[in-house]
């Protein structure tokens, strides 16, 4: 009863929310997918990338699509706690009692949105802090205890103070989120302009089926904690080593955490157990840049040896990817930065590049991969110098 309540709920989260948002929102599938996975495994999600890329939005809509409490706010260094937890009840505390108005504040938020959160200054961290890990507020005696289900949070750097190294540990998704590549821009363009024109009609509306609710969420992310993992722990085991070896601080804590995305994933794809599918999780729990080309590689070498039935669509791999044909799209670039080349000409060089940059991760053979990876970088320098 409880798997068809589940398969029910997934189901409805795909027909009216996240396809129809990737209908919406052109070339951000991935961000789609990993925000419904944040919000049912219970774990947070941190957006890498310039403004204008649809980041924020993205995230109200589908706290729309659902009907959750949302809260949003885009902080600066001279930001208060008040502005975002809410003032102090001043009416109460005339009665010697300290107490927090948080209508339509975070501590009222399913769903939260905080923008460049590392330019926020350490009261508000130290309170975030307790929010992420135990969805409570504290202040003085007061302790409120959110209904949170999933923080999100963007900027287009990555913390570099090693006092933020505790809050961004708490982001156990990290994904990176560029501007569309050219060829995406008709479609962007024409999605866009609907979508400046204003909503025509609620989601789940305009499919004709009943929407999904948070407490469906809920529902969801109860089921995760029931799946059966026993069928990856020893694959799971060995590629958190793996990880460990690219150099990121994958902790005990996070290795743990990270079952939880796992158990989400089979959720998603309607599984009651988890299979080697899954791991691709594991594609987005860097910490710095230079780390997301090799775990990518790391994870999709992984993915190619795993069940393609039932799998999440993210865990799909491409059938072939040419690697000859990445290193000539490469020689041709590192031809034509030789000349005299335009703005525009460079711009579009720098696409190319990232785009081979991302498909060679798909490259079979790791010593090929490696040297496109290798050569893709050091093009990139090139034209951005």
């Not at 209908?23 to 947070?44: K, P, T, W």
């Amino acid at each position: 009863m409880e798997n068809a309540v589940s398969d029910d709920i997934s189901h409805r989260l795909r027909a009216t929310v996240t396809d129809p948002l990737k209908g919406q929102y052109v070339g951000r599938e991935e961000v789609i997918d990993l925000i419904a996975l944040a919000v049912v495994a219970g774990e947070h999600l941190f957006l890498f990338g310039p403004p204008g890329t649809a980041k924020s939005a993205l995230i109200r809509a589908f706290a729309t699509a659902v009907e959750g409490r949302y809260f949003e706010y885009l902080l600066t260094r001279f930001s208060e706690p008040n502005e975002v937890f809410g003032p102090i009840d001043l009416v109460k505390l005339r009665e010697g009692t300290v107490a927090t108005v948080t209508s339509g504040m975070l501590p009222e938020a399913e769903f939260a949105f905080l923008d460049e959160l590392f330019n926020a200054n350490s009261a508000i961290l130290n309170n975030l802090l307790t929010v992420l890990n135990e969805r409570l507020y504290r202040r003085g005696r007061e302790v409120v205890r959110l209904p949170l289900l999933s923080l999100f949070s963007a900027s287009n750097h990555l913390p570099e103070d090693d006092a933020l190294g505790a809050l961004f540990d708490r982001f156990l998704l990290r994904c990176r989120v560029e501007p569309l590549p050219r060829d995406y821009m008709g479609r962007l363009l024409e999605a866009g302009w609907a979508l400046e024109k204003g909503p025509t009609g609620h989601l789940a509306e305009r499919n004709g089926q009943p929407s999904v609710s948070a407490d469906d969420l809920r529902i969801l992310a109860r089921r995760v904690m029931q799946v059966d993992l026993s069928p990856v722990r020893d694959l799971y085991e060995q590629a958190a080593f793996r990880v460990r070896d690219l150099g990121i601080a994958f902790s005990d804590r996070r290795a743990v955490k990270v079952l939880k995305l796992v158990a989400a994933s089979a959720v998603l794809s309607g599984r009651a157990a988890a299979n080697g599918s899954d791991l691709w999780v594991l594609r987005y729990v860097w910490d710095r840049q230079e780390q997301i080309a090799p775990v990518t590689s790391l994870v999709q070498g992984l993915l190619r040896e795993q069940p393609a039935e039932r799998a999440h669509p993210l865990a799909a791999t491409p059938e072939r990817v040419d690697g000859e044909q990445l290193a000539r799209e490469l020689a041709e670039v590192e031809a034509r930065l030789g000349g005299k080349a335009s703005l525009a000409e460079i711009a579009r060089l720098r696409e190319q590049v990232a785009r081979v940059a991302d498909r060679a991760s798909w490259v079979a053979d790791e010593a090929a991969r490696r040297h496109l990876t290798e050569k893709a970088g050091v093009l990139l320098e090139r034209i951005g110098a």
